[in-house]
C-alpha cells in the first residue's frame, strides 16, 4: 500500500542553522501539507500547497519558513534560521480532492 | 476557517468501561470529520471519518462516532475500553471538498485497571 514517507525521522540541528525537511507524497496527490506538534501539545496546520504554489498559510508559517515541490515527486519544508521553538515532530500529508489527508510519520527536528 | 473544539483535555476510564470523547467543529457548510489516535512518541493514525451518509461511522478498532449537524458534534464512542487503548485523541474537521485539516487540542485517554 503506498504511503507518505517522510525523511529524516530525526534532525537534530543547531540554532541558526538551516534545516530542510522532506516528504515524499503518493504519486497521485494533488493537495500537500506541512503540519507540526510540539510535545505535548495539539497538531497546527502551518501551510497547504497545489499546482505548485501555496493556497494557505497559518500565521505560524512566517518568512523563516518555506515549501516547494523542486521535482515533481519531493516536498519540503525549509526553516532558514532555525530557533529552540522550532523544536517539533513536523508532519508532512498528501491527498485528492474528496479524500482524507494521508500523514507521513513524521520528523522529529531538535533544535538545540 | 474552520475549528474544532474537544472540551475534556484528559478523561480517565476502567478497563471494560465505555467511553465518549466529545468533539465540536466550527464550520459554515458541510465538513469533513476525522477521528485519529497518537501513541507516545507515534504518528497520527486515522480511526475513522465523515464524509457523508449515514451519520453514524464504524472505524477500527471498535471506535464508532456520530455526526449531529443540529450539535455540531462528532462525539466518538467505544462500548468496551482495553487498556491498550490508552493514547492522545484529536478531532479534526476539514472543508468539505478538501482535506485541509484543522485539529483540536486532544484528549489524553487512561485506562485503569
Known amino acids: 500500500e503506498p504511503e507518505v514517507t517522510q525523511t529524516p525521522s530525526h534532525q537534530v540541528t543547531q540554532m541558526g542553522q538551516e534545516v530542510i525537511l522532506r516528504c515524499v507524497p503518493i504519486?497521485?496527490?494533488?493537495?500537500f501539507y506541512w503540519y507540526r506538534q510540539i510535545l505535548g501539545q495539539k497538531v497546527e496546520f502551518l501551510v497547504s500547497?497545489?499546482?505548485?504554489?501555496?493556497?494557505?498559510k497559518s500565521e505560524i508559517f512566517d518568512d523563516q519558513f518555506s515549501v516547494e515541490r523542486p521535482d515533481g515527486s519531493n516536498f519540503t519544508l525549509k526553516i532558514r534560521s532555525t530557533k529552540l521553538e522550532d523544536s517539533a515532530m513536523y508532519f508532512c500529508?498528501?491527498?485528492?480532492?474528496?479524500?482524507?489527508?494521508?500523514f507521513g510519520q513524521g520528523t522529529r527536528l531538535t533544535v538545540v | 476557517a474552520q475549528s474544532v473544539t474537544q472540551p475534556d483535555i484528559h478523561i480517565t476510564v476502567s478497563e471494560g468501561a465505555s467511553l465518549e470523547l466529545r468533539c465540536n467543529y466550527s464550520?459554515?457548510?458541510?465538513?469533513?470529520l476525522f477521528w485519529y489516535v497518537q501513541s507516545p512518541g507515534q504518528g497520527l493514525q486515522l480511526l475513522l471519518k465523515?464524509?457523508?451518509?449515514?451519520?453514524l461511522v464504524q472505524g477500527i478498532k471498535g471506535f464508532e462516532a456520530e455526526f449531529k449537524r443540529s450539535q455540531s458534534s462528532f462525539n466518538l464512542r467505544k462500548p468496551s475500553v482495553h487498556w491498550s487503548d490508552a493514547a492522545e485523541y484529536f478531532c479534526?474537521?476539514?472543508?468539505?471538498?478538501?482535506?485541509?485539516?484543522?485539529f483540536g487540542a486532544g484528549t489524553r485517554l487512561t485506562v485503569k485497571p
Open positions: 500547497f497545489y499546482n505548485n504554489e501555496i493556497s494557505e
Open positions: 500529508a498528501g491527498g485528492t480532492a474528496n479524500t482524507e489527508a494521508f
Open positions: 465523515y464524509f457523508s451518509g449515514d451519520t
Open positions: 504519486s497521485n496527490h494533488l493537495y
Open positions: 479534526a474537521v476539514a472543508r468539505y471538498n478538501n482535506n485541509d485539516m484543522r
Open positions: 464550520y459554515g457548510a458541510t465538513p469533513y
